[in-house]
């Protein structure tokens, strides 16, 4: 009314949103106005035909959505005849919408299934109408179009612009292009029926069938509520079962119909009865009986009493689940077991086997039964009395610790009168034990020492109660080295045996930790001590104080001459491996022509060396610039201070120069050098041991090279020209005054003793024998300097030796030698003593600092970890100690362990290094190693490990270790390098 003309000119100018109006218009004409102001993240719904305007505030961002509920249908349908009417362009075909949702009712919810039907059954009318007109008007033509295949365009009314989808009215000219009108426009058309065509999308029958489909999916329901109320009040047999229940709930989610009372009611008893469900499989499922019959207990039993509440559930549930009847025969089978159990339980007596059986039933039945509980108890008790009845009929087995656990068991145990008579008897045996194992520790801890014969009984007598008891395996192992022990003892005193000390010490050392009396054990250590005082009464007389070298190096061959001397620890005499004896076997050794083979071959390397030695020094002499001190073996030169001067003796004249002293340099002046006469006796000494000493026979021959030199230079000396000389300068040396004592004296007491510093002797004059000039031969002179070095060599002052110094001292040669004078030599050796004190004092001063104090301590900390790094090296010794002398050992395991002694080496090894077996050794056959047997001096071996022969010197021995875990041996010969026997 207020804008007609506008709306009589364009009737559908609402439609393009290009009119506004006042709002107090609206309101004079009774039209609802309301106003809102919108802020960010606020939604403002506007319902269909409502007429709505806004505007913004300043820039802004909004968007609009259209989105229609279930009762939006019936306005979209009364929309798109508005749009029809006003000849607008729909937005989409509605008909289409309604067609797709009928083709998948399914997937309606039932509100929209009943919009839907609704809708649909006007659609149908009207379609059902319009066709019936049709054919009334005469139209005869008609063909199926998929209309929504077709682009938009070529699908609209051409008069009314409306989108079709069921059915539409064209002119029959055959062309493609021709326009589609919709069947209302068909009375209103100027065509002659005949001509026209219907063209439609579904026939009548197939849409009845989409509508019948929309109604039984909206009437659904109802027929699922009916069900549901009579499976929820149905009692006793008529119950349905559980997945028929579980199907009603199913088909109520999976159609999404609306919340009500019953569905949650329904749901109640899905819940209820899948637990249920849940429960009864568990209850009379197999596999947890066998699980509890494994052992893995449950985290909960049910009682009794949970289980007949549970059965009564299960009864008065709505619905039939599946396992109860195992359920109801579950509890049948523990009253069943209840019963049973009590008249088990109230015997006196019962086997062991018919508990077992009821104990197993009863876990088997996975319910918590107090009877249970009680059987095991009783089978606790049972087996508790088997085990004590097998002890008491067979203890050889049994341990103390065993014994002790089987009495404490017996002790938590419920009191019965038989069980209180078992832990009796247990109590008579582990008293018996104990008083034995008291005696078998005082046998170990005994002082003095109980013989073998009384430990054999005690062991005996140990066996006889248990095998088991913890002594019993120390006695055992003790008898056994100790025969072990007395059976090498006597071997090494028989007479055609003549052992090391080295040997003796170790036997000794082994035999001394035996609890057991062993006889020859006071023997072995008086002869160990006999020959240890020798030795040490020897080092007395070749050793010089604080001396780098040990007695047997000092008596054999000099091996590192030329050689710059390490400074090493000093090492014990008899453990100490002589180079020289490196490359001797075992088998050489034994026999005394190899190693004095060995000793002349040291010799003749030693004298090689000194002569090498004496060439380069001597190519050397004028390099050495300043006063030095010349030594007369290696022709070495050292500064004053360096090394000690020879000391001579009290009262003698002091010389002007070095000329007429013998100076050797501590590298060839090693010890003492006593005179023949002492080590003739210390030889006689030597005799009378029954112990081999490396230092013994070092001893010898030293002695034997000392007096075979002896004896060259004899005949040396004994020429005319050489005694000649020698006699003139003894009539010198009486002329100068010389009481004190004779020439040999002076050069033995020259180099006798040079291991300190001491001062120079007082000063004598110079005229006399210095002035003496002995004429010899070239030859004469070479052989006597060559006899010399030889002498030299010797440590072992030889009167011999002093005269030919005197001799080549007085000739030609050596006086225009020059020699040092005493006072500069002075001089040198203040300042030397000088610069010594200014060391000392500067290293005290640097200790003092902080970087002394760093210093000290990493040196500490290094002689800590070299303390530590030999620490382990003597452990792993240790544990090798019962490695045999195969070349690869494998150290075998076990309660036997299997050795045999070579009988021509007399080296030790295991069976299974050499793979042999105990049966391949006899006694009374000959065994021989792989060397011996190869080397062709004592027979070949056969491949049995044994060669042929009557005599019964084969050795052969087993040992055996508690536990399995360690390995003992027969006290094998030691084979270091001096010890074979």
Not at 21 to 45: C, K, S, W
Not at 180 to 203: E, G, Q, W
Not at 656 to 677: A, D, H, I, Q, Y
Request: hydrophobic share 35%; with cysteine; proline share 4%.
């Amino acid at each position: 009314k207020s804008a007609s003309e506008l709306f009589e000119y364009q009737p559908d100018l609402l439609h393009h949103i290009v009119t506004t109006m006042n709002p107090n218009v609206l309101t004079a004409h009774g039209v609802p106005v309301y106003r809102m102001d919108q802020h960010a993240g606020e939604f403002i719904i506007t319902f269909p035909r409502a007429y709505h305007t806004g505007f913004n505030h300043g820039y802004n961002m909004a968007e609009a959505v259209n989105f229609a509920p279930p009762d939006w249908l019936q306005i979209g349908r009364k929309c798109v005849e508005h749009y029809s009417l006003m000849r607008r362009f729909c937005v989409f075909c509605h008909d289409e919408l309604v067609c797709k949702m009928a083709t998948r009712p399914e997937l309606l919810t039932l509100q929209v299934a009943a919009v839907c039907y609704k809708d649909m059954l006007k659609m149908v009318e009207y379609e059902r109408s319009k066709r019936s007109e049709l054919v009334e008007g005469g139209v005869r033509n008609a063909e199926r179009e998929a209309f929504e295949l077709l682009p938009e365009d070529e699908r609209q009314c051409a008069l009314c612009k409306t989108t079709i989808f069921m059915s539409a009215l064209t002119i029959v000219n055959g062309r493609d292009d021709q326009e589609i009108v919709c069947m209302r426009h068909f009375k209103s058309m100027d065509v002659d029926p005949a001509n026209l065509i219907l063209r439609y999308r579904y026939t009548m029958d197939e849409l009845a069938i989409l509508l019948k489909g929309l109604k039984i999916h909206a009437e659904s329901y109802d027929d699922w509520m009916a069900k549901v109320r009579t499976a929820l009040d149905a009692r006793g047999d008529e119950r349905l079962e559980f997945s028929v229940i579980k199907d009603y709930f199913g088909q109520a989610l999976e159609k999404k119909y609306p919340e009500s009372e019953l569905l949650v009611a329904l749901q109640t008893v899905v819940e209820e009865a899948d637990k249920c469900q849940m429960v009864a499989h568990q209850l009379s499922s197999t596999q947890g009986k066998i699980r509890t019959r494994l052992g893995t207990e449950a985290k909960y039993r049910l009682t009794v009493e949970e289980l007949e509440l549970f059965v009564n559930q299960l009864e008065t549930l709505p619905a039939k689940v599946t396992g109860q009847k195992g359920v109801v025969e579950l509890l049948e089978k523990v009253s069943k077991f209840k019963v049973e159990s009590r008249h088990l339980i109230e015997r006196e007596k019962a086997s062991l086997e018919t508990v077992e059986d009821m104990v197993e039933k009863g876990e088997a039945l996975d319910i918590f039964l107090p009877e249970v509980e009680m059987l095991r108890t009783r089978l606790d008790q049972l087996q508790w009395i088997k085990e004590v009845r097998e002890v008491l009929d067979d203890p050889s087995e049994v341990s103390n610790d065993s014994l002790v656990g089987l009495e404490h068991r017996g002790c938590s145990l419920k009191p019965r009168p038989d069980v209180e008579a078992g832990l009796s008897r247990l109590r008579g045996l582990r008293i018996t034990m104990d008083q034995w194992e008291t005696r078998a520790t005082s046998c170990l801890q005994a002082t003095p020492k109980w013989n073998v014969e009384e430990v054999e009984r005690l062991v005996r007598e140990g066996e006889s109660i248990s095998l088991g008891l913890p002594s019993l395996e120390k006695l055992k192992e003790a008898i056994r080295k100790a025969k072990e022990w007395w059976s090498r003892a006597e071997n090494l005193q028989k007479p055609e045996n003549y052992p090391y000390l080295d040997t003796l010490e170790a036997l000794v050392a082994k035999g001394r930790p035996l609890p057991i009396r062993l006889d020859p054990l006071s023997q072995l250590e008086t002869q160990v001590a006999a020959a240890r005082a020798w030795r040490e009464r020897t080092a007395r007389v070749f050793l010089k104080k604080n001396s780098a070298c040990n007695l047997l190096e000092v008596l054999s061959p000099r091996y590192d001459i030329g050689m710059e001397r390490r400074k090493k620890k000093k090492s014990d005499e008899g453990n100490y491996r002589h180079p020289i004896f490196l490359g001797l076997s075992a088998v050489q050794l034994s026999d005394p022509q190899e190693i004095v083979n060995a000793f002349k071959q040291a010799e003749q390397a030693e004298l090689i060396s000194m002569r090498d030695l004496r060439d380069i020094n001597r190519n050397a002499r004028d390099r050495k610039q300043g006063v030095m001190l010349e030594c007369e073996l290696c022709l070495d030169k050292y500064p004053p201070g360096s090394t000690p001067l020879p000391r001579l003796p009290s009262g003698k004249a002091r010389p002007t120069s070095l000329r007429e002293v013998k100076f050797l340099c501590p590298n060839c002046l090693r010890s003492r050098r006593p005179r023949l006469e002492t080590i003739l006796s210390l030889l006689v000494s030597l005799q009378k041991l029954t112990v081999r000493l490396p230092e013994g026979e070092a001893l010898q021959c030293l002695t034997e090279r000392a007096m075979a030199w002896q004896d060259r230079a004899r005949t040396v000396l004994a020429t005319p020209d050489i005694s000649k000389a020698l006699k003139k300068l003894s009539i010198q040396s009486k002329e100068d005054g010389d009481e004190s004592g004779s020439l040999d004296e002076q050069s033995a007491d020259a180099t006798t003793d040079s291991e300190s510093e001491s001062p120079l002797p007082t000063r004598r004059s110079s005229s006399g024998a210095a002035e003496i000039v002995v004429e010899l031969s070239k030859d004469t002179v070479n052989k006597l300097e060559n006899l010399l070095v030889e002498g030299d060599l010797l440590e072992v002052s030889l009167d011999e030796v002093s005269h030919m110094w005197r001799v080549l001292q007085a000739t030609p040669q050596r006086r225009s030698k020059l020699y040092p004078e005493l006072d500069s030599l002075e001089a040198e050796l203040i300042a030397a003593r000088e610069e010594k004190r200014q060391e000392k004092q500067r290293k005290r001063e640097k200790l003092e600092t902080e970087e002394g104090r760093e210093e000290r301590e990493r040196k500490k900390q290094k002689k800590k970890k070299k303390e530590e790094k030999r620490r382990q090296e003597e452990e792993a010794r240790a544990e090798s100690e019962d490695d045999c002398s195969a070349k690869h050992c494998k150290r075998p395991t076990g309660k036997q362990v299997h050795w045999v002694q070579c009988d021509k080496c007399s080296m030790w090894f295991h069976l299974f290094c050499i793979g042999l077996k105990p049966q391949q050794i006899k006694e009374d056959e000959e065994f021989f190693c792989g060397k011996c047997s190869s080397s062709g001096k004592s027979g070949s071996r056969k491949r049995s490990g044994k060669s042929g022969g009557g005599s019964s010197s084969s050795k052969a021995a087993s040992s055996s270790s508690s536990g399995g875990g360690g390995r003992s041996k027969e006290p094998a010969p030691d084979t270091s390098d001096m010890d074979t026997e």
